[in-house]
């Protein structure tokens, strides 16, 4: 469980606070999304998950341990951390070698690991990479590469930073549903993105952050349809409300969905009752 | 008549430590002033063609290259990689990699220092740039501190300071909050409307850039599997229908059901408006 409590933050004593009073509650097997324009300080939040940065006031705990008063090393056993920049985190000769970094590290029995790796390996299709340098991959092989290589230790809990930047539509779908997995094994999940249509495809939850506040914590879809709180945030709506909302200025019965086969014959019905009107 | 920017006649590339080729005898041209879309899974070799562009491969990535690339009529194995780097603005694909100075506004200073331009033009320039991409922020930061966003804007303030005819970007939009990427390819398309520049970008997020671009390449494991302007490209059988992005992957289901396209309408629709168009004339 992750719980921030009047959390405030600035890297400056002279400037104003990235995290200005912040508090909400993630529960075990949640599945979070972070939103917010660039700059607004989302890396800089989770950042607070394993301590890499500490409260300048208010409270961080993880699964009621205090971070505070934590060594890193000790969250990193309960925190998988992925960064933004997949670079931060490569290092290994290879990209099988990389895989077995973390789990090595935390000691975790080789059986169990080897039979973690392959699954991953498998549900990723990077089999064909696994003898490859990490620096020697496209960017889109680097970044899942570097997602596999903290998904490999088993922790309680996982925060991944853009994890879908440079990914084709293939990789995430099978991130996307394989974090759906780890969920329902009681594993809990945070991403950070600006990715609405992977948030909208894949998480339930949404915390909008905006001037160092939480603008929004809420449903997924009830988040991304509010069109006055995105535009607060200086976000914009996913592709497919934008299009539900303009089908219902010429139809104004037309029910908006976020899901694309139901807005699929939404428009067919819209359609062919345009039609019997018609005649 | 309108030049031919950018030549790729049969080119070819291995790299060094690699199996097969990252690119495939790949051949086509863009004229001055186009606004291409290169697309591709992952891994199908888009950032080892742009790369070529600017020289980088065959000049400092080890590997076998073979075929040509010529940017106004000259050939990159023959022209040097500063005066290419005059030509196309590159912004690459992992923006962090492109940062070696102590400011954002050294960073993009830099390239206008090394073609020895002049301070106060320099200055001018920046302030120029630091105003377009809504930088004043960050203008006197560190770039190394920085969010990935704020970033990902300077390299693309670098790769414009020269001014280049023609730009390539790889990936650009890629740590941008939605309204950021939707500002700078707003920017990107006045560029190329305005200004006339040769666009070139890598995206896995085609959505939004469909009502900017001429011509889109799809890369399919280093080989180019089709090249042309939107509509014939997404009713091309090469086009993977999974690949489509949504608009036109909504129209083109519709169509299969009940008939659209060859009624009153022989184009995809590509953007919201569009299509919303096309439904409401029917
Ligand atoms: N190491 C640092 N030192 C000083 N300021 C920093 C540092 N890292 C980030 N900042 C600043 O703090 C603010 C929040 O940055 P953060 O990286 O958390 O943003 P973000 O929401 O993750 O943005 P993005 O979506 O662009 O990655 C920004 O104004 C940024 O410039
Ligand atoms: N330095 C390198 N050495 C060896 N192989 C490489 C190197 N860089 C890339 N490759 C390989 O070349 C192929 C093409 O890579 P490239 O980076 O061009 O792909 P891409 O289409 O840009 O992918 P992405 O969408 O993931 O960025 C891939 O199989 C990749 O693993
Ligand atoms: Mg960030
Ligand atoms: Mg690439």
Redesign the pocket.
């Known amino acids: 469980m992750i719980e921030f409590e009047n959390v405030f933050f600035k890297?400056?004593p002279k400037t104003d606070y990235?995290l200005n009073d912040i508090t909400f509650k993630i529960d075990k097997a949640e599945f979070v999304a972070i939103v917010?324009k660039?700059?607004?300080?989302?890396?800089?939040?989770i950042k607070h998950f394993n301590g890499l940065l500490k409260p300048n006031d208010g409270i961080v705990r993880i699964d009621s341990l205090d971070i505070v008063k934590e060594p890193i090393s000790k969250m990193a056993s309960i925190i998988g951390f992925s960064f933004?920049n997949p670079n931060h985190q490569l290092f290994a000769q290879n990209v099988k070698k990389e895989l077995e970094f973390g789990p090595k590290n935390l000691k975790i029995e080789e059986s169990v690991r080897d039979a973690t790796i392959q699954n991953l390996v498998d549900t990723f299709q990077i089999n064909h990479l696994l003898e490859r340098s990490p620096f020697e991959l496209s960017g889109g092989e680097r970044r899942l590469v570097s997602i596999a290589s903290v998904l490999t230790m088993n922790q309680q809990i996982l925060v991944l930073d853009e994890p879908t930047y440079g990914q084709d539509y293939r990789q995430k779908k099978h991130l996307g549903l394989f974090l759906k997995k780890l969920i329902e094994e009681g594993i809990t999940v945070v991403v950070?993105s600006?990715d609405m249509d992977f948030i909208l495809d894949f998480i339930p939850r949404t915390i909008v952050l905006s001037n160092g506040k939480i603008a929004a914590d809420g449903e997924t879809v009830k988040v991304l349809s509010d069109q006055t709180l995105l535009q607060n945030a200086d976000l914009v709506s996913p592709l497919l409300l934008d299009l539900c909302y303009s089908l219902q200025q010429i139809d104004d019965t037309f029910t908006t969905s976020i899901n694309e086969q139901e807005v699929f014959e939404n428009i067919l019905s819209m359609l062919s009752k345009k039609q019997k009107m018609s005649r | 008549m309108v030049e031919t920017a950018i030549k790729i006649d049969n080119v070819s590339f291995k790299y060094r430590n690699a199996d097969s080729f990252a690119l495939k005898r790949v051949t086509f041209e863009v004229a001055e002033g186009e606004f291409i879309l290169l697309a591709g899974f992952s891994g199908s070799g888009k950032s080892t063609l742009l790369k070529c562009l600017n020289g980088l491969i065959p000049h400092f990535h080890a590997g076998r290259f073979g075929g040509t690339v010529e940017i106004f009529g000259e050939s990159t194995l023959e022209s040097d990689t500063p005066q290419l780097a005059k030509q196309v603005g590159f912004v690459f694909q992992n923006p962090e990699n492109q940062i070696s100075n102590l400011t954002v506004e050294r960073e993009i200073a830099f390239p206008l220092e090394n073609f020895g331009v002049p301070k106060n033009e320099i200055i001018s320039r920046v302030d120029e740039l630091v105003a377009l991409l809504n930088m004043e922020e960050?203008r006197y930061?560190s770039p190394y501190?920085?969010?990935?966003?704020?970033q990902q804007l300077t390299a693309i303030a670098a790769a414009l300071a020269l001014d280049p005819k023609i730009l390539v970007l790889d990936e650009v939009t890629a740590?941008l909050?939605p309204r950021s990427a939707v500002h700078i390819l707003t920017l990107l398309n006045e560029l190329n409307k305005k200004h006339k520049k040769t666009i070139i970008i890598a995206e896995h997020r085609l959505d939004r850039c469909l009502n900017f671009a001429d011509k889109l390449a799809f890369l399919e494991k280093g080989q180019l599997k089709v090249f042309g302007d939107l509509q014939a490209v997404f009713q091309s059988k090469e086009f993977p229908t999974n690949m489509l992005p949504k608009i036109p992957s909504l129209f083109l289901k519709l169509d299969k059901k009940i008939g659209l396209l060859g009624d009153k309408t022989s184009t995809i629709p590509l953007t919201v408006d569009e299509l919303v168009a096309t439904l409401n004339n029917r």
């Open positions: 890297y400056d990235v917010g660039n700059g607004v300080g989302k890396t800089t939040l933004q950070v600006h | 960050i930061r501190s920085i969010s990935g966003g704020e740590h909050s």
